[in-house]
T-cell receptor
Framework: DTAVSQTPKYLVTQMGNDKSIKCEQNLGHDTMYWYKQDSKKFLKIMFSYNNKELIINETVPNRFSPKSPDKAHLNLHINSLELGDSAVYFC????????????FGPGTRLTVL | RKEVEQDPGPFNVPEGATVAFNCTYSNSASQSFFWYRQDCRKEPKLLMSVYSSGNEDGRFTAQLNRASQYISLLIRDSKLSDSATYLCVVTTPGSGGYNKLIFGAGTRLAVHP
């Protein structure tokens, strides 16, 4: 009965590789998000989708490409991974009009070697 | 200047102590205000919203001063289980009429016996 789930939980990979992180929510929410939390613990929004449509796209390198096959899923694909991409990536969801109450997934800890 | 600033702490307090956290935000267009809690290596979770009139939830009291762009959180009778990082969060208008959450870096609280 997990609300927001992410896979994998840990990801260790070499520089230059391409990797994907998957997110699914079973809350019936229309809006989903990707956040990055770096080593200094700042949590910053990267993308937001509302009912499969991109609505927020912060200044993120275009190596990062989100994909929403349906409103319950928001995946993040990262090309040509760099050392600076090492961070914890959190997926979240909320109801439309309730941006404040976001439910976060458990996070994916990405380490780029 | 960071959009949301918090004292990083850590605040080391004994059980039963009262502790207060402060937060300032820079964008006067910010509309909603919250405290989230993040346990070590876990996802952030909404603790409480913050209203201008002040609001209380058990041992937790939150206050907002819009004129000073200042938010506070008071925890009374601290418990060991209160040990966590407390994130000050504001919503600001994003593109297309969608708000986005801006997180502070968090204040770490450690409650000891």
């Amino acid at each position: 009965d997990t609300a927001v789930s992410q896979t994998p939980k840990y990801l260790v990979t070499q520089m230059g590789n391409d990797k994907s992180i998957k997110c699914e929510q079973n809350l019936g929410h229309d809006t989903m998000y990707w956040y990055k939390q770096d080593s200094k613990k700042f949590l910053k929004i990267m993308f937001s989708y509302n009912n499969k449509e991109l609505i927020i796209n912060e200044t993120v390198p275009n190596r990062f490409s989100p994909k929403s096959p349906d409103k319950a899923h928001l995946n993040l694909h990262i090309n040509s991974l760099e050392l600076g991409d090492s961070a914890v990536y959190f997926c979240a969801s909320s109801q439309v009009g309730h941006t404040d109450t976001q439910y976060f997934g458990p996070g994916t800890r990405l380490t780029v070697l | 200047r960071k959009e949301v600033e918090q004292d990083p702490g850590p605040f080391n307090v004994p059980e039963g102590a009262t502790v207060a956290f402060n937060c300032t935000y820079s964008n006067s267009a910010s509309q909603s205000f919250f405290w989230y809690r993040q346990d070590c290596r876990k996802e952030p979770k909404l603790l409480m919203s913050v209203y201008s009139s002040g609001n209380e939830d058990g041992r937790f009291t939150a206050q907002l001063n819009r004129a000073s762009q200042y938010i506070s959180l008071l925890i009374r009778d601290s418990k060991l289980s209160d040990s966590a990082t407390y994130l000050c969060v504001v919503t600001t208008p994003g593109s297309g009429g969608y708000n986005k959450l801006i997180f502070g870096a968090g204040t770490r609280l450690a409650v000891h016996p």
